[in-house]
């Protein structure tokens, strides 16, 4: 069974600060990897993907991948309340023919302003 | 923008009933998914389409049946409605082999009374 595993949180932190949300999953294979956001009643929005090992940045957002620790993390500089929702990571399968992408249970944020 | 479309927001059927949800996307894509959403429990897989009139179980396929009749709509059809299926279900499409990720409906808000 794939799994990617997340806390649930509530992870709290002030305005302005650094929110750092990690991910680990257990499908070796992996090569491809999501970060989706996703406001209360709503559906989740695709955030951020990253396929190589390091960092990779857009805005506010840097996402780390680690294949060989099997992590992936995401960095949110200078939060917002707006950023406040629950954060999903997502990792594609491996496998000839599985197109499908394993969810974690997200992790929720909360920005206090 | 790829727009995924979920035919109804929120919907209260009763038990027994029979329930289609549909699902049309309008960028071509090659697969689309049902995933229901409950608290704690996450999303999980339904049944998914990698292409017309091809259909394949997920995690959680029982009480449930899905048609793919054209390439851009997907329906799920609860065959007899039950309180346990009260749920968010969103539908996701995604081109090729799935490394872009999904892209998510708005979802439907089920409620069986």
């Known amino acids: 069974q794939k799994e990617v595993e997340q806390n649930s949180g509530p992870l709290s932190v002030p305005e302005g600060a650094i929110a750092s949300l990690n991910c680990t999953y257990s499908?070796?294979?992996?090569?491809?990897f999501f970060w989706y956001r996703q406001y209360s009643g709503k559906s989740p929005e695709l955030i951020m993907f990253i396929y190589s090992n390091g960092d990779k940045e857009d805005g506010r957002f840097t996402a780390q991948l680690n294949k060989a620790s099997q992590y992936v993390s995401l960095l949110i500089r200078d939060s917002q309340p707006s950023d406040s929702a629950t954060y999903l990571c997502?990792?594609?399968?491996?496998?000839?023919?599985?197109?499908?992408?394993?969810f974690g249970k997200g992790t929720k944020l909360s920005v206090i302003p | 923008d790829v727009k995924v479309t979920q035919s109804s927001r929120y919907l209260v059927k009763r038990t027994g009933e029979k329930v289609f949800l549909e699902c049309v996307q309008d960028?071509?894509?090659?697969?689309m998914f049902w995933y229901r959403q409950d608290p704690g429990l996450g999303l999980r897989l339904i049944y998914f389409?990698?292409?017309?009139?091809?259909?394949e179980k997920g995690d959680i396929p029982e009480g449930y049946s899905v048609s793919r009749e054209k390439k851009e709509r997907f329906s799920l059809i609860l065959e007899s409605a039950s309180t346990n299926q009260t749920s968010m279900y969103l539908c996701a499409s995604s081109p090729g082999q799935g490394t872009r990720g999904y892209t998510f409906g708005s979802g439907t808000r089920l409620t069986v009374v």
């Open positions: 499908d070796r294979g992996s090569q491809s």
């Open positions: 997502a990792v594609k399968e491996s496998g000839a023919g599985s197109y499908q992408l394993t």
């Open positions: 389409s990698y292409d017309v009139k091809m259909k």
């Open positions: 960028m071509d894509h090659e697969n």
